[in-house]
């Protein structure tokens, strides 16, 4: 005995799976190897370092040294605070500061500048190498250690608050920030006993001062040719901590530590990327509409749910206008109605706008103030977003292209169904189809086939099935099929 279920519910149980998998399109079959690539060579960029440190000699005195060779942002801050603790927390004598950068956000440059003057280490800058430059927000950072030095052929200065696209600020909010970055720099000077003069004028007229002057004219302590200068004229200098304890530096025959930069802190720079944070939403946006106009497929919508999440990590970071941020998941919206109303791409055109005109709103009109660090790269948002637009175009026309297609279902999904011989038809014999066995038997011309024989399915009628070879079946549209009761 063999069980057997109707035609009809042994179609759909068999049929509409393979028929499901015919219709996903050949694209979507890769889309997520591809969107894991993504991701995976995303964070791959993070690991192009590793902090390294030599090891310190027992014997003596240990100086850390650690590098700001970069804009002052979020990630440089995160960075330099780091070494900071770092540096109160395994012994060294000083932790020294090799500066050279064209500055960077205001609020990033306070927050160290804060972390230097509540340091329970002393803290040497130095501007280094020669040819190297503390400009801007970097001259107030490297006023900001208890001792600031230069090599040969160095600047500094060149620090009036300007917007992110390098303009000057209305009048009103220059006097302001001008204010504020003058009292601080006015204290910081005062307290290091410093030329207080030529450093609220690199704020006020934006001067700048080489390293002679600087050092002559008691803007900064020291010029030091090298590293090992800088150690040999600062030892036995007396630090005078923000807790009141002074600390006379022991640095001339100190081993050195190198801080740099590690997994954590290349993470933290990557994602602080404004081109990456609009990539990983680039990549949330494919993944989630991928899974939600084809469903189960499920690695879309995990890395699409993963990308978003660390996208808002890294937006947290900017000063972003959040109106963009409306108008990118505008663009989402838009694409998934153009799969499921009749539009036929007219809402895919409106999502790339959206796109677009969101994303530059976004990274690129946040603060409108003082400088606010990177931004966007106009090419990267317009070619991703043509990317984004192609997917979706490409999707439309595949839903259109299922809706017009005629459906077939029940026994109509059955004919020209291909079957294994189980027995010799002789011409009766037994057929496997759907993975269930069933009584069939063989048309005109061929009257007898093999066991292992590929047959199609010509005609249904009741629980027997008329087969023919699959080389000889002709156009199902042209044969006649009957339903048993």
Do not use: C
């Not at 948002?381 to 017009?404: D, E, K, N, P, Q």
């Amino acid at each position: 005995m063999f069980s057997r279920q109707s035609p009809r519910r042994t179609t759909r149980g068999a049929n509409d799976g393979a028929a499901r998998r015919a219709r996903r399109p050949r694209i979507l079959r890769f889309l997520s190897p591809v969107l894991l690539a993504l991701m995976l060579a995303l964070l791959a960029l993070v690991g192009t370092s590793q902090s390294a440190s030599a090891a310190p000699d027992v014997s003596g005195t240990t100086v850390d040294v650690t590098l700001l060779n970069s804009e002052i942002d979020a990630s440089s801050q995160h960075f330099i605070t780091g070494a900071i603790s770092s540096a109160e927390s395994d012994g060294a004598q000083a932790l020294v500061i090799e500066i050279n950068t064209p500055g960077g956000a205001i609020d990033a440059m306070q927050a160290i500048m804060t972390a230097e003057l509540n340091s329970t280490v002393p803290i040497i800058t130095y501007v280094a190498p020669a040819g190297a430059y503390a400009a801007s927000a970097g001259a107030l950072v490297t006023l900001a250690a208890p001792i600031a030095a230069m090599a040969p052929s160095t600047t500094i200065g060149a620090s009036s608050p300007v917007n992110s696209d390098g303009s000057n600020l209305d009048s009103t909010l220059q006097s302001k920030v001008e204010s504020v970055l003058v009292t601080d720099i006015t204290n910081v000077q005062t307290r290091y006993k410093r030329n207080v003069d030529l450093a609220t004028r690199m704020i006020t007229n934006a001067a700048s001062y080489g390293d002679q002057q600087a050092q002559e004219q008691g803007l900064v302590n020291i010029d030091a040719s090298s590293l090992s200068d800088l150690l040999g004229q600062t030892n036995g200098r007396v630090v005078t901590l923000a807790n009141g304890q002074s600390v006379t530096l022991q640095t001339a025959d100190a081993s050195v530590r190198n801080l740099n930069p590690g997994l954590v802190d290349n993470l933290y720079s990557l994602l602080t990327d404004p081109n990456i944070i609009f990539l990983l939403f680039i990549v949330a946006i494919i993944g989630i509409y991928v899974e939600i106009s084809h469903p189960g497929l499920i690695l879309p919508g995990v890395t699409g749910s993963i990308s978003l999440l660390l996208f808002l990590f890294g937006a947290g970071s900017l000063a972003p206008n959040w109106a963009g941020l409306a108008l990118m998941v505008l663009a989402l919206v838009l694409l998934v109605l153009d799969m499921r109303l009749p539009t036929h791409g007219v809402l895919t055109i409106g999502a790339v706008v959206a796109l677009i005109v969101g994303a530059l709103l976004f990274f690129n009109s946040g603060g409108g103030g003082p400088y606010q660090g990177e931004q966007v790269n106009p090419l990267v948002v317009i070619a991703m977003s043509m990317l984004v637009g192609g997917l979706g175009f490409y999707i439309v026309f595949v839903v259109i292209r299922t809706r017009r297609a005629p459906l077939r279902s029940g026994v109509e999904g059955m004919i020209g169904t291909t079957v294994t011989a189980l027995t010799p038809l002789l011409p009766e014999g037994r057929v496997s189809y759907g993975g269930e066995n069933w009584s069939a038997v063989l048309d005109p011309p061929v009257r007898t086939v093999d066991a292992g024989s590929e047959l199609r399915i010509s005609a249904v009628d009741g629980l027997l099935l008329h087969v023919q070879l699959a080389t000889t079946l002709p156009s199902p549209t042209g044969r006649e099929t009957t339903e048993g009761i």
